[in-house]
């Protein structure tokens, strides 16, 4: 009992969180409905003390061995506190969009900062935990939420296209990976992952006995995250329902939610296979996980890139990048090493980055010109340099160029995989960059090389101010990248070391 | 290798067999009618009207809902009371002591939370099966794309366009009829 109170202090960012979604509910109340803008000024200084409460948790957490491990099933340690952190971060930043997205209704719309609270929240479960439950009520919670995200625009037929596909989607790959989960428990009697790395019936064991039901357990997991992160089996949903969902949600499907996802793989993988002091048999099969990840990766980002080359739409486009984005991290991982894990972690930091501000450049010019057409954008490009020079930013980070932090990362990622004999994906990576500077400069060209419009561009300052925010942060995470760095170490070693 | 799998077989082997046995039994012993009365849906006498593929109105869907709220909360319940009642019964000082109170408030929480919903329910009227004249109509929520500065510099060109097309068709008609 006592335990139990002594642990409280540990999730305190998950009890901040819930007590902030009670009050943007009843507040919504209290206001009925009139007003929402107060709601969200509300949720943005609510996540102000969460971010607090979790800089004050990284801190705390010190070294890497500092992990706990609360009521037997959340890990708090500096990997889950580096992912709530971005959470909380994008989170703002999408609530930000809401309350700047001119298309947006002014009354009656509080549940949207309630859903995106309480998507974050799932998030927050669903990165800190080893519990395969828990995981998936917290991947669950932030499914259920996004659902209805999408389609917040209910009169709106690609909105409520968006919801329902996203929906059938994700329904299928929740009971896929449900599937996955209930064969693994049969098999090692426990839905803990460091026991299954470790205990009495650990997978290890099984795998010299019968291959087969691992395998096929795991490959069923791996596909329901598969579908969250949209890696290329299952990534049918992303270009609809990224196209259809207010921009505000595909900003937050786009990033957080994606980055969620990889959180959980990269705990699900790394603490089944990339432990320390892992026996043969452990290696061996990590080493065929990786090998299965690699060609999943290569897939991935060229059919991502590819696909995004016809794109007209810009959210359309994006959300092809972000596919292809996907593959770029899952080759960091398919080194199985620590130096590639590290270069994925901080290709998510990167991603969070630039992806956030290139969909608030989306969410301004469509609440300029009403549509996210690249066709649009044309000869604009001189008429609001504070919003399209930041976006410039933005694509020569997504492709990978310097001096943006995408390229420190694209060079990380490239690096490990030379190191840890991936040569041939490196070179496809390197490959997939070249077509992406196409399509990414589309939109540059579009903006800069048209003949200049006569229309003027009255779009909002304060979006534009945090454009240039997330811009001015893309570049000095790419010049300075020692903190960021030392940030995605400390994370991945204490997913090595764990809570034990 | 795959021995401690035999029971799942048995298992399954086991409720499939008798699945299909009682049905073999059944077709044996059942009396075979094939009056009309014995075809219908519901052979209690309900006659059946329609098909069940309709339309269904979109608030049984809330009620459903709301029904779900509460039945999770009695289902949480149950455990709950069995547990706050052993941690008080605890024989012995300190015996399950403090964890009867920590488990009422976790209780309390829970329940504050569930009401909440309820409240929620409630203020945005969903709980009024027949809606009244004074509730609001339905607005369908589409985005607001004619607020934006652009969509209304473009529809004052259309109707300034639209304009000099009527003026130019009222000039060639009055220079017609001057012809």
Request: proline share 3%.
């Amino acid at each position: 009992m006592s335990n139990y109170l002594q642990s409280l202090p540990s999730i305190a960012p998950e009890i901040a969180m819930t007590v902030l979604l009670c009050a943007v509910l009843v507040v919504d109340l209290l206001l009925k409905g009139r007003d929402s803008r107060k709601v969200g000024y509300l949720t943005l200084g609510g996540l102000g003390v969460v971010a607090w409460l979790l800089l004050g948790q990284w801190g705390e957490l010190g070294s890497a061995g500092a992990a706990k491990r609360v009521f037997g099933m959340i890990d708090i340690d500096r990997f889950s506190t580096f992912f709530k952190l971005f959470t909380v971060g994008s989170l703002a930043a999408v609530v930000l969009f809401v309350l700047l997205d001119r298309r947006e209704r002014r009354h009656g719309i509080g549940e949207y900062y309630l859903l995106l609270l309480g998507a974050g929240l799932g998030i927050f479960f669903m990165v800190s935990t080893s519990n395969l439950l828990l995981l998936m009520l917290g991947l669950e919670l932030l499914s259920l939420a996004s659902y209805s995200l999408a389609g917040f625009h209910k009169g709106d037929k690609r909105s409520a296209e968006a919801a329902m596909k996203y929906v059938v989607f994700g329904g299928l790959s929740a009971g896929v990976m449900l599937y996955g989960i209930s064969l693994l428990y049969g098999i090692t009697g426990t839905i803990d992952l460091t026991e299954m790395a470790s205990g009495p019936h650990s997978l290890a064991a099984q795998f010299s006995s019968g291959p087969v039901p691992v395998a096929v357990a795991i490959v069923l997991v791996l596909a329901g995250f598969a579908y969250k992160v949209s890696v290329v089996p299952f990534h049918f949903w992303t270009p609809d329902v990224y196209e259809g969902a207010p921009t505000p949600v595909t900003s937050f499907l786009a990033v957080a939610s994606k980055a969620a996802g990889f959180a959980a793989l990269l705990r699900f993988v790394g603490k089944l296979f990339l432990v320390d002091g892992a026996d043969g048999a452990v290696q061996q099969y990590g080493a065929r996980i990786g090998a299965l990840l690699a060609i999943l990766s290569a897939l991935t980002m060229t059919l991502g890139n590819l696909a995004a080359l016809r794109q007209s739409s810009m959210k359309r486009m994006l959300a092809y990048s972000s596919i292809a984005h996907a593959g770029y991290v899952l080759m960091g991982m398919a080194t199985m090493e620590s130096s590639g894990w590290n270069a994925a972690m901080f290709y998510l930091a990167a991603y969070y980055l630039m992806n956030l501000g290139a969909f608030g450049f989306v969410l301004y010019f469509e609440s300029v010109t009403g549509s996210d057409d690249i066709a649009s954008l044309k000869g604009l490009g001189a008429k609001a340099l504070w919003v399209t020079v930041p976006m410039v930013v933005f694509l020569v980070s997504l492709t990978g160029l310097p001096p943006t932090v995408g390229f420190t990362g694209k060079y990380m990622l490239f690096v490990a995989g030379v190191d840890n004999g991936l040569l041939w994906l490196s070179l496809v990576m390197a490959l997939n960059s070249v077509v992406s500077l196409f399509y990414y400069f589309r939109i540059v060209k579009a903006l800069f090389l048209a003949e200049p419009a006569e229309r003027s561009m009255p779009g909002q300052s304060a979006l534009a101010g945090s454009i240039f925010v997330l811009a001015v942060l893309t570049v000095l995470f790419g010049l300075y990248i020692a903190p960021l760095q030392a940030w995605c170490d400390a994370s991945v070693e204490s997913l090595r070391l764990g809570a034990g | 290798m795959y021995f401690d799998y035999f029971t799942v077989l048995v298992f399954a082997s086991v409720g499939l067999a008798f699945v299909f046995a009682n049905l073999l039994i059944a077709s044996v012993l059942r009396p075979q009618r094939t009056q009309d009365e014995g075809l219908e849906t519901y052979e209690c006498g309900e006659v059946t009207i329609g098909e069940a593929w309709i339309q269904f109105d979109i608030r049984y869907y809330t009620v459903a809902l709301v029904y779900v709220v509460f039945a999770v909360e009695i289902a949480f319940l149950f455990p709950w009371a069995i547990v706050l009642k052993e941690a008080y019964a605890g024989t012995g000082a300190g015996a399950g002591a403090g964890i009867g109170i920590f488990a009422l408030i976790e209780g309390v929480i829970f329940l504050a939370v569930l009401a909440l919903g309820l409240a929620y329910v409630w203020a945005k009227g969903d709980l009024d099966w027949v809606l009244t004249y004074s509730a609001q109509p339905y607005q369908p929520a589409g985005r607001e794309s004619s607020n934006l500065p652009l969509v209304q510099e473009l529809e004052k060109e259309q109707e300034r366009l639209a304009e000099e097309r009527k003026k130019a068709a009222a000039a060639a008609a009055s220079s017609e009829a001057a012809a």
